[in-house]
């Protein structure tokens, strides 16, 4: 796609829900909301370009090759034999097509106005973030590098342990569909909540390494650009995740709150599942703190290609695959109880979530560890509810801002049990 519709929204906050519902309807790519100072939210909303003219260009490349198939002209005949023919018609003029009549959007409710509409060229949206970003630390052992894989590494000093990303926003950098805080690319659902959990790609080379081994303290050279401060920790395990714009760097909130429950957990010796896996971040994690075993998986293709580039790049390998839940089954089968997860891990939105609870539960062991991040914090009473009706039982609530971390436990039979591996 070579451009984007931006239309910008004001509006108060008890619309947001309902105009997120909307602009779905009408085919968002994606959006991004800020509350302004007079309490007001200032939602940016992003749609393909007008007239549809890379309608074409959005197909998935197998139907891009059928289409062109199809619209391959016949072979040639075979060459008339000499004669005394009659000179050919004339092909018909070829006329340029029509311009696309003006899109037609519905009525606005009452209370929200359109205060902006224009086209903005394709653009690496997180280039500058990437360029401004530092390291930072996330949980108790981890630091996170979001800049480009041949920046160099950063120098470990313990007066940055407070140290913390730099905004996208700040940095002129939010791409379509990104939050603020978060880096979703276009097709993120949630207006005003950057779906965890989606979209990306890279170009780490393979069998680059951007840490140290699983364990190892991080050191290297200064940082790089406009934040030159060093700004590591010493002890922490390094986790280069450059951020474009895949979901999931540990900036964002519900990314931190994943880790902070995931860390609290016995992992050693433990299967991992990362549902949704984004950038990877919460697979890496989990082979970091001692899993035996770690699969991830996400609904988006180019996700999936995203962690396996930083799988390369940190030296972590996790088995990937781009799909949803129900690809589980099969192992299930083959494996019977060896199939399970003692952990399962999801930072995404509840409607993202929901939908594959049926296909998830049961790749969780009798006794297993549900952690479900990315919840808004008026929904977690809804989640766990529904949750609870399924036979898992709340052992664990992480809150920060708007966005909680429930930690739940399945029992023998779908009966609530005990803790499992929690660390006293």
Not at 343 to 352: G, K, L, M, S
Not at 358 to 383: K, N, T
Not at 405 to 410: D, E, F, K, N, S
Request: proline content about 11%.
């Amino acid at each position: 796609m070579s451009s984007y519709l931006r239309r910008i929204y004001t509006l108060p906050a008890e619309l947001e829900e309902s105009l997120a519902a909307d602009l779905l309807q009408e085919g968002t790519l994606g959006a991004s909301v800020e509350t302004q100072p007079d309490g007001r939210l200032r939602l940016i909303a992003w749609f393909p370009p007008p007239g549809g003219g890379s309608a074409a260009g959005m197909r998935r490349p197998t139907e891009r090759a059928v289409v062109a198939i199809a619209a391959s002209p016949p072979e040639a005949p075979a060459p008339l034999p000499p004669g005394n023919w009659p000179p050919l018609a004339a092909p018909p003029r070829a006329w340029p097509p029509l311009p696309a009549p003006p899109r037609v959007w519905p009525p606005l409710p009452a209370g929200v106005e359109l205060v902006a509409e224009d086209v903005l060229p394709d653009a690496d949206w997180m280039a500058e973030y990437r360029r401004r970003a530092v390291p930072f630390p996330v949980g108790r052992t981890l630091l996170i590098d979001p800049r480009e894989p041949d920046d160099p590494e950063p120098a470990v000093t313990e007066a940055a342990a407070g140290a913390a990303a730099v905004d996208p926003a700040a940095a002129g950098g939010v791409a379509p569909g990104a939050s603020a805080a978060g880096a979703a690319a276009p097709g993120a659902t949630a207006a005003g909540a950057a779906a965890p959990g989606h979209s990306a790609t890279g170009n780490a080379a393979p069998g680059a390494t951007g840490g140290a081994a699983p364990g190892a303290t991080a050191t290297g050279g200064a940082a790089s650009g406009d934040a030159a401060a060093t700004v590591a920790v010493a002890g922490r395990r390094l986790l280069r995740l450059p951020a474009r714009t895949a979901f999931g760097i540990g900036s964002h909130p519900s990314t931190s709150l994943a880790l902070e429950l995931l860390e609290g957990a016995e992992l050693a010796g433990r299967a991992v599942l990362d549902a949704g896996t984004g950038t990877g971040i919460l697979a890496f994690a989990a082979l970091v703190w001692g899993a035996a075993q770690v699969v991830g998986f996400d609904s988006d293709p180019v996700a999936a290609f995203q962690a396996r580039t930083n799988s390369r790049l940190n030296a972590l390998h996790p088995s990937l695959f781009a799909g949803r839940a129900a690809a589980l089954a099969p192992r299930r089968r083959w494996q019977g109880a060896a199939g399970r997860f003692d952990v399962v891990v999801a930072n995404v939105v509840p409607e993202e979530i929901l939908p594959d609870l049926a296909d998830l539960l049961p790749a969780l062991a009798a006794g297993g560890a549900l952690i479900l991040s990315g919840l808004p914090a008026e929904r977690a009473d809804e989640v766990e509810a529904r949750l609870a009706a399924l036979g898992l039982t709340e052992t664990g609530r992480r809150l920060d801002g708007e966005w909680v971390a429930l930690q739940l436990v399945r029992g023998a039979g779908g009966e609530a049990a005990g803790r499992p591996g929690a660390r006293p």
